[in-house]
């Protein structure tokens, strides 16, 4: 119900992206690194998300489309760093994600692939030895994923992050800062040590969004910081993620430090 009202500082586009992009589907922003929209879809809808202006759309970028994503970089041998994301990059078929795959290794100054998807973590069962494989052969790929608390951390979802390691994909992890969901320097920590044991590091801790109707799901900036503080110098280095907001109209990830 919470999710029906506006608040004031809400944004339809907080990222703006749209005004971003360049060719459908692609995101440039950053001077070397492009975000690849390949589908609106997702294996499971966060409440907090946000792209929640686009999922649900059901749009899936075509082949053309694709060609058009390929000769852009081509033209723009500047970026060297190529995310896949979505909605959900794992949500399409394996075969349309190897083309997208080998469409960008075959660009040679693409020089990293990331792969941005939830489906370890709500659908892992969908991550087998045929994916894995495949995935493999266009090196190097990351998988960067997204938990939010350490009971998301099931049997099934390590064992689908194994998969990924054991084949030479290594594993990030992005989180979103939820109120009263894990905003708590206990609960962060107990995952951010699960994720290292299952090889999975720590990257971002984000500052929740200016998303429409997501107002209940914010925390105050200070909260963050209090959460890295009660990490930083009492915990490995390794489970201490980057605290970042990302910030309105397309300004970019803000990273925010205790002093
Ligand atoms: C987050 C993001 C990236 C990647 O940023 P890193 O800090 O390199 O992880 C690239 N493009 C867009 C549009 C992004 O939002």
């Avoid at 975000?35 to 053309?64: D, G, P, Q």
């Avoid at 969901?181 to 994720?195: A, C, G, K, T």
């Avoid at 990490?231 to 907001?245: K, M, N």
Wanted: with cysteine; charged share 25%.
């Amino acid at each position: 119900f919470k999710e029906m009202s506006r608040a004031s500082v809400d944004l339809e586009d907080p990222l703006g992206e749209d005004s971003h992009m360049p060719v459908p589907g692609l995101v440039h922003r950053y001077p070397d690194r492009v975000l690849f929209l390949v589908t609106t879809s997702c294996a499971m809808y966060c409440r907090f998300c946000t792209r929640r202006r686009i999922v649900l759309n059901k749009e899936h970028r075509t082949e053309r489309e694709l060609e058009n994503v390929f000769a852009y970089l081509r033209e723009h041998k500047e970026v060297r760093d190529v995310i896949i994301s979505g909605g959900d990059a794992l949500f399409i078929g394996d075969k349309f994600l190897e083309t997208c795959l080998a469409g960008f290794r075959a660009i040679p100054s693409i020089e990293i692939i990331r792969i941005a998807s939830r489906v370890p973590v709500v659908c892992p069962m969908r991550i087998d030895e045929k994916l894995v494989t495949m995935i493999r052969k266009y090196a190097p790929v990351y998988l960067m994923t997204h938990f939010n608390h350490p009971y998301e951390l099931t049997d099934e979802a390590k064992k689908a992050c194994a998969m990924f390691v054991d084949h030479g994909i290594p594993m990030m992890n992005q989180t979103v800062l939820l109120r009263k969901i894990n905003s708590d320097p206990v609960i962060l920590r107990v995952l951010f040590h699960e994720l290292l044991k299952n090889r999975v590091k720590p990257y971002y801790l984000y500052q929740c969004d200016l998303s429409e109707g997501i107002e209940h799901f914010r925390t105050p900036v200070q909260k963050g910081i209090e959460i890295i503080e009660s990490l930083r110098g009492h915990t490995s280095g390794l489970a201490v993620p980057e605290f970042v907001i990302d910030a309105p109209g397309g300004g970019g990830k803000v990273p925010v430090m205790p002093q």
